[in-house]
């Protein structure tokens, strides 16, 4: 078992920068590929960001790339999202969640086996 706790969402003005933070409990992180899914309300979850289970190699959605950096800490067993340049539409729930630890990588929520509770991140214009 893997327990998951995000932290880090607030309100923030578009152009910011946040940092998430999720922490890793039960099991060391390293057995799982990570990643950050987010939910906007009314609309399906989303991948965002990907570690993989070896830790070296990320991966990013297209609307993301060039701004948000996923990066783990195995001494902390903690992952983390650095956003910047933050726009209205990365207004959601932000998610962190393992794979099944068969996977080394994945984009699909449907491998993600461990989900934490989420954090609101929310960006005004």
């Known amino acids: 078992q893997v327990q998951l706790v995000e932290s880090g969402g607030r309100l923030v003005q578009a152009g910011g920068s946040l940092r998430l933070s999720c922490a890793a409990s039960?099991?060391?992180?390293?057995?799982?590929?990570m990643a950050w899914f987010r939910q906007a309300p009314g609309k399906a979850r989303e991948f965002v960001a990907g570690?993989?289970?070896?830790?070296?190699?990320?991966y990013y959605a297209d609307s993301v790339k060039g701004r948000f950096t996923i990066s783990g800490d195995n001494a902390e067993n903690t992952v983390f999202l650095q956003m910047n340049s933050l726009k209205p539409e990365d207004t959601a729930v932000y998610s962190c969640?393992?794979?099944?630890?068969?996977?080394?990588?994945?984009?699909?929520?449907?491998?993600?086996?461990?989900w934490g509770q989420g954090t609101q991140v929310t960006v005004s214009s």
């Open positions: 039960g099991r060391t992180f390293s057995n799982y590929a």
């Open positions: 969640a393992a794979a099944n630890r068969y996977l080394s990588s994945s984009y699909y929520s449907s491998d993600y086996i461990y």
């Open positions: 570690i993989s289970k070896s830790g070296d190699s990320t």
